[in-house]
């Protein structure tokens, strides 16, 4: 693995690096996609895209910090739609199409007609059977999200209703290692999912420890992040499966990685809408 960031050094950092990570060349803001800054050199690394004359990506909403808005003609910045305008800016393309689809078509592969997606999306052995993954460039454990006052430890989280979007690692994670005493809600998406809390349909909402911080920042202190589960994992830009342009667009994803521009994106984006540090989110056992 060429490169993985963990979450302390992908938010941890984030005060270090307004102050010392020096940012890459930018471009000029007449060159800018969105509201994103845009870093290196136009066109460096060219590709032939999957539509011509634009960079089109996919992504399944929402996903506050990630990508800023609710439907993609809203959306103009966010950590991912930013690392996706830079990555357009640098294969030398003006024009960035956002595409919203279904999540569990779009791990399945079921997708077409797009150059890649970038939602958060957890690597894994059964995923690249029917897709490509880019280099990792992000880490997530899973989360644990209540509301504001429940009493959830990992010593009764596995009597409390828990609510999973379907098809995700957090869902295998509840299912086949935490292994409640009530079979967990599934829900098709994390809206539907974070809505059941709300509404006290269940009692836990459990997904990438990332997203989870996302939703509790956004809630104004109504949702908590009370707890995480070590797992490793690590997130890459989705490719279709045989996609020629998959070593081009590694080489720009790399390139963002090693000149700081996701850095900055984590510093501006995730640390803003997380309101707070994953390092300080407990850690639950669950062999407990």
């Known amino acids: 693995m060429k490169f993985r960031t963990t979450m302390l050094s992908a938010l941890g950092s984030a005060v270090a690096l307004a102050l010392t990570v020096a940012a890459a060349p930018m471009a000029s803001a007449a060159d800018m996609i969105g509201n994103c800054e845009l870093t290196g050199e136009k066109g460096s690394i060219p590709l032939t ?111 409390m209703r828990i609510g999973v979007q379907g098809a995700t690692t957090g869902a295998d994670f509840v299912d086949q290692k935490l292994k409640p005493n009530k079979p967990a809600n599934v829900y098709p998406d994390q809206g539907s999912m974070f809505t059941a809390l709300q509404a006290g349909q269940i009692d836990v909402a459990m997904t990438d420890t990332s997203i989870i911080l996302a939703e509790s920042g956004a809630t104004n202190g109504a949702l908590e992040t009370v707890g995480q589960y070590a797992t490793g994992e690590t997130y890459g830009a989705l490719y279709p499966k045989g996609s020629k342009n998959a070593a081009t667009l590694d080489k720009i994803i790399q390139a963002l990685i090693d000149d700081g521009t996701l850095k900055k994106l984590s510093a501006k984006y995730l640390a803003a809408a997380w309101g707070s540090d994953p390092t300080s989110v407990p850690y639950f056992k669950a062999g407990m």
């Open 49 to 159: 895209p999957a539509q011509a004359g634009q960079f089109t990506v996919e992504v399944s909403l929402p996903a506050p910090g990630w990508w800023n808005g609710d439907t993609p003609d809203t959306i103009k910045d966010g950590y991912e739609y930013c690392m996706a305008a830079n990555i357009a800016h640098r294969a030398g393309l003006d024009k960035l199409v956002v595409v919203n689809v279904a999540w569990e078509a779009l791990v399945a592969g079921q997708t077409k007609d797009f150059d890649l997606a970038l939602s958060e999306i957890s690597i894994t052995a059964d995923r690249k059977k029917v897709v490509d993954f880019s280099v990792p460039y992000f880490s997530s454990d899973i989360g644990v999200l209540v509301k504001k006052g429940t009493k959830v430890d990992e010593t009764n989280i596995r009597d």
